[in-house]
């Protein structure tokens, strides 16, 4: 049975970090595409960063520069390090993962195309 587990978030001011975690069961993640992903209040759900079967990333232009997405392939835990938090970061943040790279990228964005496993989320809220 496949489950991704995440934890780390939390509230914080503008300007500091969190690091986020996906503790994944059922599969070894190095077979797999994954993803941060995060749905704010009264907004849709986007993607943050993508990480692809061959260690290829992808971030959302929002982001760059700022989160950092990478694995622990020992202890099966995906990672989403952030840092210089803002307001608009304040959001559910998800995990996800697919056999496939079910994500597409455009105009500085990441769209979910159908990932197959999902995580209940983890809460950050950035105050300013």
């Known amino acids: 049975q496949v489950q991704l587990v995440e934890s780390g978030g939390g509230s914080v001011q503008a300007g500091e970090s969190l690091r986020l975690s996906c503790a994944v069961s059922?599969?070894?993640?190095?077979?797999?595409?994954m993803g941060w992903f995060r749905q704010a209040p009264g907004k849709e759900r986007e993607g943050v960063a993508t990480?692809?079967?061959?260690?290829?990333?992808g971030y959302a232009d929002s982001v760059r520069g700022r989160f950092a997405i990478s694995k622990d392939n020992a202890k099966n835990i995906l990672y989403l390090q952030m840092n210089d938090l803002k307001p608009e970061d304040t959001a559910m943040y998800y995990c996800?993962?697919?056999?496939?790279?079910?994500?597409?990228?455009?105009?500085?964005?990441?769209?979910?195309?159908?990932?197959?496993?999902w995580g209940n989320g983890t809460l950050v809220t950035i105050s300013s």
């Open positions: 996800a993962a697919d056999r496939l790279p079910d994500y597409t990228m455009g105009g500085g964005r990441i769209y979910n195309s159908g990932m197959d496993f």
């Open positions: 990480l692809d079967r061959d260690g290829s990333t």
């Open positions: 059922g599969f070894t993640h190095t077979g797999y595409c």
